[in-house]
Structure formats: C-alpha cells, structure tokens
C-alpha cells in the first residue's frame, strides 16, 4: 500500500485504546474497508484487510524511558545555509509557526523570492536512484521524465573535478560533439527527490544496473555535498547545447524544481521542459488547478532563476479567464516592443544608428539570435544609464521588452475542455503568437477527480460514477479546423523526443499553439511507478495518438498533419484495465462497463481513421508562391 498509513494506525488504535471490544473493533474496521474501497477492486480490499493483519501480528508494546534522553533533534525546516529571508520568515511558517511572526518581517510590497522549494529539503523518499556511469548511455531519458528536477545532468571541463568531494561520479561525456574532452554526471537530489522512481523506469540501461533504487538515508552522508558541487558546475552556454533532442534539452538547467506535486506526477515534466527551453525569456499565465497549487503555493516557490538571476515570469489568475489573462500577458510585450523600438529610434543619434538598427530588426530565431540581443541589451541600457532626458529613462525602463518573449499559457482539462474553453478559443481565434500547454490528465485533479469533458468514454469519475457515457472532446481536431493553429499531441513516456520537438515547433510558430500533453495521475488510479508504461500503452493501442500540425507547411503545398504514432499494436482494453478508472465499473456494473468499453474501443479507431484520413489529404493547391 505504499505510503497509506490509514488502516494501519487505525487497526493500531482501535487494538490498545479499548474505546470498543478489540474483536469488535476489527470486524468494524474490516467492513469500513470493504464499503470504502470496495468499488476499487478485490485486490485493494485484500491489500487492506492485510494491512489490518499484518498491523495485529506485529503490534508489540515498546518501553520508552520516562525522561528525553536522545540527543537527536528534528532537523530544522530549511538548509542552514539557506539566504535569511527564507530562514527567518519561511522557516517558520513551514514549521506551522506563521502566526508567531511578527508584521515587521513581512517585506512591505508583499514580494517573497522564488527559487524557494531548494532550501526546504523534506527527505521525502525512503529510497532514492543511485547511478552507476559504467554503462550510461548519456541519453537524458531520466532527467527529461523526472516530475521533481532532482535527478539532472551536465558536461563540464575536466579540470573542474580537482575540487569535488571525494564520493562525486563522473565519466568522460559520449556523443556530445559541441562538448569535446568534457566530463558528464548524472548527479541525484536526494534530499528533494520523492523515491518515485520514475527516472529508473525510463532508463535503457536499467538492466545494467545503471540506475537502481536504494534506501535514502545512507546517502545523505554523501550526496548532499556533491549535489552542492554539482550545481557548483557552470551551466553550458545555451546557445551550443543541442535543444532539439532529449540528451541536449536535459543539459539546459530547468528552472521548475522541487514542487510540491505528488511522487511521479505525469504533469509537472512538461511543466520543468517548458522552463528548460524556453527559460527566463518565458512568460506563464497559470490556469487555477494542480499546476497552479504545486507552482504558486506559499511559503516556498518552485519556479527558479538561473545563474544570473533570471527566471521565468508566472502569474495566476482564475480558472474561468486564464487564456485571455495569458493573451494580456503577448498583448503588452508585443506593445512594449513596439514602444520600445520608436523609442530607439528617435535616439538613434544618441544610442548610435548601427546599434539601433540591430536591436530593432534582431533575428531572434535561434538562441544564439537571442544572446546575440541580450548583449545589444546590455550595450543599450550602458549607454542610457544615467541620462537625464526623460525619453532615455523610458527607454531604459523598456530595454529588456527587445528580447523575444516566448507566452505560455497553462492549465489542465477542466480549464481548458470545459471552464476556460470560451477563452481557450477565443485566444486560439485571435492568431496571435501564444502558446497553451493542456495538462491533460482527464479529470479535474485538484478537486479530486471530477469528469470534465476529457474524460473518456467508460471511465469512472465523479460526476461519472457509473462510467462516462460519452466520448472524450476531440480538443486538438476543433483546433485543427482553424488551419493557422499550430496543434500537437503528446505523451512524453511514449516518446520524449516528439514532446521535445513538438515544444520547440509550436514556440517557433508565429501564432498561436495548442499543446495537449497526456498526464497520468494519481486519480487514474494506478501505481504511479507505472505511469510512463501507462502512457506508452495508451499510445501504443492507439488511444492517444501522438501529432503535430504545423500550419507553416501549408504554404508550402504539404499536409500540415503528421502522424507521430505508429498503427496500434496493443489492446485498449489492455491499458485500460490496469487502471483503477475503467476496472472499478467491472465490479460495479459488469455489463455496463463491458457495453461502454466496447464503444470507447470504437471511438479510438474512429478518430484514428479520421486522422489517417486528414493526414492523406493533398495540399498542393495551397501552396503559396
Ligand atoms: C470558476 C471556478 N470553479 C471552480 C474552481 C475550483 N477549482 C480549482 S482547481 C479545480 C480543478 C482544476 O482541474 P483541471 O483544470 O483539470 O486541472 P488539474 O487540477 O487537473 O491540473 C477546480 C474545480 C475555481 N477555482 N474556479
Ligand atoms: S525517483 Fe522520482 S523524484 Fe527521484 S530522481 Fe527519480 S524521477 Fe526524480
Ligand atoms: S536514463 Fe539511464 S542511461 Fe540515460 S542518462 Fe539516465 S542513467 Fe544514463
Ligand atoms: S493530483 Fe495528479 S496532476 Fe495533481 S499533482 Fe497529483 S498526480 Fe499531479
């Protein structure tokens, strides 16, 4: 039962406390079991009824002394290196001691610092990966899956080993060729990661034992100091690491870490792969739900900065407006920047004509583009500093808005299939160049499980608690319809290095983007480890099929649709059944679920047929000269 402790103390309870005959109590409990999880299937009931054994055989009275003797104290809430804002204001409130604070150590403009999460060290997991370099392949597989950015790797030079601790790994870097003679490690954050063991399922190399689970608190003797000297190694210049495959995106640092989602969420990958790619240049309107709670809640804040400082701009507003509050988000960049270069060009005389010539029609297209203008930036505000005239101080104010600003727009299916749609579309509508990120984990999470129009056919929900009686909204074929949204599909489990494309595709796309990423969840009922394998499958039987539509390539006479996915090669019903979702109407309703099952296998090849057929369509009369 992995974490659940429930039925164990309460077996606990009940068998010393006496507030009910020991026997009696028992039996109650048992049948509380049966009621409560019953609709989850005989295994939970019996994984259950065992617990309630197990609790009684081992139950034994333990003789403490009368007096504290133990010289072991609770650690303190945050690192004691930790900046003092975050040890004398966080600290507390971690600790449940927020309302012994006083007003005073409040900051007056109500601003707290992110990049929080990194001093909260919760050492969650009881078994954390270890890795072992002999046999890595190098292939960022781990890092790319891990929902809590503890598990990260870098190339760095050689002689930056001649000070890491004695127990730090490393090994010479493979199939880096922007990196030549450097060293790579694969280093684990093991007092932030949360034993999911995710990362160990998407290795390759597995087998090899190159990453293994193993029990925590040994290493904290060790790895805590070579994390220290990990994130002590200087990130690789952006602009040489390859970003376009899953080994060279995982070397960017991601800017997302350590949230408070639970062990192995499908959601928040994408969420650190967004910060990864697109960095302190990314500006975020966060729908309400999961995404919002894990990124926006007090007192520690996942979203990070990177070396100099910088980090991604993120804001919340409600749940029914997130799209538009996002479309606000280009609306003022796209205005600043215009500002910004009227400005530049009435002092062209005094900013120079060259400099304002190259700052006004910078190609930002590539990240080299990009720190390419980052240092006419630098140039710019260098030259304005401390001129008087009022025209050079708004220019000043505004010299950041000439790098490019990549808007996204995130959320889960409750907000963007059903509560935000209005918005959702209007925005997808107006042509304008965001992107919308759709965690899709086909309930409302953050409320625990309501259906929403994702929800698919057969499975059970709130609201759906004899199993959805119809199909899932087809969000990514309305979209398609437009023909000018950039529209993809994807699983990161099934293929990490189409989620990694697909990411990089719709950002360069000049318009507007709609990305819809499966994400398991603890409300799809299934052991959470199994999560990538869930998503592998539901690609694999082709439940979800993996795409991208690129309007670009209808100028140029080519069908927009690609097809990702391969034709299926396994069974719905088979992902189906390993989830809690479908097999609980089984126990049900036997007949009702076998009736509903069998027309949600046709649903998916329905829409796959439809797809195939949208993807054959010739183009070539749309080709632009
Ligand atoms: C208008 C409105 N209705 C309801 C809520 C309560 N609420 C907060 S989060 C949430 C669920 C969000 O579900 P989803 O969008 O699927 O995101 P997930 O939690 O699955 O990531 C709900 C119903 C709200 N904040 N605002
Ligand atoms: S076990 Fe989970 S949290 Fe820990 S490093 Fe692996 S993927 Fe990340
Ligand atoms: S997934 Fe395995 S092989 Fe790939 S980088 Fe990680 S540890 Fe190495
Ligand atoms: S409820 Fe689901 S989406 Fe939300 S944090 Fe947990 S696993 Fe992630």
């Given at each position: 039962m992995g974490g659940r402790i429930n039925t164990i103390m309460q077996t606990c309870f009940f068998a010393i406390s006496g507030v009910l005959p020991r026997d009696e109590a028992i039996e109650q409990i048992k049948k509380a079991i049966k009621k409560t999880y019953g609709k989850k299937g005989d295994a939970v009931v019996q994984q259950n009824f065992a617990a309630v054994d197990g609790s009684l055989e081992h139950l034994h009275e333990v003789k403490y002394p009368n007096k504290v003797t133990s010289t072991i104290h609770r650690l303190p809430p945050v690192a004691d290196n930790a900046p003092e804002f975050v040890k004398e204001v966080l600290g507390p409130i971690i600790f449940a001691h927020g309302d012994k604070l006083p007003v005073s150590k409040m900051p007056v403009d109500g601003a707290f610092p992110t990049a929080t999460t990194q001093w909260e060290k919760r050492n969650i997991a009881l078994e954390v990966p270890v890795w072992d370099p002999t046999a890595c392949a190098q292939c960022g597989k781990c890092a790319i899956v891990c929902p809590h950015a503890a598990i990260r790797q870098k190339v760095y030079d050689p002689a930056l080993l001649d000070k890491a601790p004695a127990t730090f790994k490393s090994t010479d870097a493979k199939g880096y060729k922007e990196f030549p003679g450097a060293k790579f490690t694969v280093q684990i954050a093991v007092e932030d990661c949360t034993g999911c063991g995710l990362c160990v399922e998407s290795c390759p190399t597995k087998a090899k034992g190159t990453l293994t689970m193993a029990p925590q608190v040994p290493l904290r003797e060790t790895e805590p100091a070579n994390w220290d000297f990990f994130m002590s190694i200087p990130d690789p210049d952006r602009s040489k690491v390859s970003q376009g495959t899953v080994k060279g995106s995982q070397l960017l640092r991601p800017l997302f870490e350590f949230s408070g989602a639970c062990a192995g969420c499908g959601e928040t990958p994408y969420v650190k792969l967004l910060s990864q790619l697109f960095g302190d240049r990314a500006l975020i309107a966060n729908a309400t739900g999961c995404s919002s709670i894990y990124g926006g809640n007090l007192p520690t804040t996942p979203w990070a900065k990177?070396?100099?400082?910088?980090?991604?701009?993120?804001?919340?507003?409600?749940?029914?407006?997130?799209?538009?509050?996002?479309?606000?988000?280009?609306?003022?960049?796209?205005?600043?920047?215009?500002?910004?270069?009227?400005?530049?060009?009435?002092?062209?005389?005094?900013?120079?004509?060259?400099?304002?010539?190259?700052?006004?029609?910078?190609?930002?297209?590539?990240?080299?583009?990009?720190?390419?203008?980052?240092?006419?930036?630098?140039?710019?505000?260098?030259?304005?500093?401390?001129?008087?005239?009022?025209?050079?101080?708004?220019?000043?104010?505004?010299?950041?808005?000439?790098?490019?600003?990549?808007?996204?727009?995130?959320?889960?299916?409750?907000?963007?299939?059903?509560?935000?749609?209005?918005?959702?579309?209007?925005?997808?509508?107006?042509?304008?160049?965001?992107?919308?990120?759709?965690?899709?984990?086909?309930?409302?999470?953050?409320?625990?499980?309501?259906?929403?129009?994702?929800?698919?056919?057969?499975?059970?929900?709130?609201?759906?608690?004899?199993?959805?009686?119809?199909p899932k909204k087809d969000l990514g074929y309305i979209a398609m319809t437009y023909g000018y949204v950039y529209v993809g599909h994807v699983a990161i489990g099934a293929n990490d290095a189409q989620t990694v494309k697909t990411f990089l595709e719709a950002e360069a796309y000049d318009g507007p983007s709609l990305i819809i990423a499966y994400s398991h969840c603890i409300n799809h009922g299934i052991n959470m480890r199994n999560g990538l394998a869930q998503q592998k499958l539901a690609v694999d039987s082709g439940l979800w099929s993996l795409y991208r539509y690129n309007p670009d390539k209808i100028a140029l006479g080519e069908n927009p649709l690609t097809i990702d996915s391969k034709e299926p090669t396994k069974d719905v019903v088979e992902y189906a059944y390993n989830e809690n979702r479908y097999k609980q109407l089984l126990k049900l309703d036997e007949a009702r679920a076998e009736a509903l099952m069998k027309k949600a296998v046709k649903d998916v090849q329905k829409r796959n047929t439809l797809y195939k057929q949208l993807a054959d369509l010739d183009y070539s009369m749309s080709k632009e000269d």
């Amino acid at each position: 039962m992995g974490g659940r402790i429930n039925t164990i103390m309460q077996t606990c309870f009940f068998a010393i406390s006496g507030v009910l005959p020991r026997d009696e109590a028992i039996e109650q409990i048992k049948k509380a079991i049966k009621k409560t999880y019953g609709k989850k299937g005989d295994a939970v009931v019996q994984q259950n009824f065992a617990a309630v054994d197990g609790s009684l055989e081992h139950l034994h009275e333990v003789k403490y002394p009368n007096k504290v003797t133990s010289t072991i104290h609770r650690l303190p809430p945050v690192a004691d290196n930790a900046p003092e804002f975050v040890k004398e204001v966080l600290g507390p409130i971690i600790f449940a001691h927020g309302d012994k604070l006083p007003v005073s150590k409040m900051p007056v403009d109500g601003a707290f610092p992110t990049a929080t999460t990194q001093w909260e060290k919760r050492n969650i997991a009881l078994e954390v990966p270890v890795w072992d370099p002999t046999a890595c392949a190098q292939c960022g597989k781990c890092a790319i899956v891990c929902p809590h950015a503890a598990i990260r790797q870098k190339v760095y030079d050689p002689a930056l080993l001649d000070k890491a601790p004695a127990t730090f790994k490393s090994t010479d870097a493979k199939g880096y060729k922007e990196f030549p003679g450097a060293k790579f490690t694969v280093q684990i954050a093991v007092e932030d990661c949360t034993g999911c063991g995710l990362c160990v399922e998407s290795c390759p190399t597995k087998a090899k034992g190159t990453l293994t689970m193993a029990p925590q608190v040994p290493l904290r003797e060790t790895e805590p100091a070579n994390w220290d000297f990990f994130m002590s190694i200087p990130d690789p210049d952006r602009s040489k690491v390859s970003q376009g495959t899953v080994k060279g995106s995982q070397l960017l640092r991601p800017l997302f870490e350590f949230s408070g989602a639970c062990a192995g969420c499908g959601e928040t990958p994408y969420v650190k792969l967004l910060s990864q790619l697109f960095g302190d240049r990314a500006l975020i309107a966060n729908a309400t739900g999961c995404s919002s709670i894990y990124g926006g809640n007090l007192p520690t804040t996942p979203w990070a900065k990177n070396a100099e400082g910088k980090g991604p701009s993120w804001a919340n507003s409600l749940f029914e407006d997130n799209a538009e509050f996002g479309l606000g988000m280009r609306l003022t960049a796209d205005k600043q920047h215009e500002y910004a270069c009227e400005l530049a060009k009435l002092l062209a005389d005094k900013i120079g004509a060259e400099l304002c010539e190259a700052l006004v029609n910078a190609d930002q297209k590539t990240e080299a583009g990009i720190a390419a203008q980052r240092a006419r930036v630098a140039e710019l505000k260098a030259k304005l500093e401390g001129d008087e005239d009022p025209k050079a101080k708004e220019l000043l104010s505004l010299a950041d808005a000439f790098v490019k600003k990549s808007v996204w727009i995130l959320g889960g299916d409750g907000w963007a299939y059903d509560i935000g749609y209005g918005g959702v579309d209007h925005v997808l509508a107006s042509g304008r160049n965001v992107n919308i990120l759709v965690l899709d984990t086909e309930v409302y999470s953050n409320t625990g499980g309501q259906a929403s129009k994702s929800t698919p056919r057969a499975a059970v929900a709130k609201f759906a608690a004899k199993g959805k009686e119809l199909p899932k909204k087809d969000l990514g074929y309305i979209a398609m319809t437009y023909g000018y949204v950039y529209v993809g599909h994807v699983a990161i489990g099934a293929n990490d290095a189409q989620t990694v494309k697909t990411f990089l595709e719709a950002e360069a796309y000049d318009g507007p983007s709609l990305i819809i990423a499966y994400s398991h969840c603890i409300n799809h009922g299934i052991n959470m480890r199994n999560g990538l394998a869930q998503q592998k499958l539901a690609v694999d039987s082709g439940l979800w099929s993996l795409y991208r539509y690129n309007p670009d390539k209808i100028a140029l006479g080519e069908n927009p649709l690609t097809i990702d996915s391969k034709e299926p090669t396994k069974d719905v019903v088979e992902y189906a059944y390993n989830e809690n979702r479908y097999k609980q109407l089984l126990k049900l309703d036997e007949a009702r679920a076998e009736a509903l099952m069998k027309k949600a296998v046709k649903d998916v090849q329905k829409r796959n047929t439809l797809y195939k057929q949208l993807a054959d369509l010739d183009y070539s009369m749309s080709k632009e000269d």
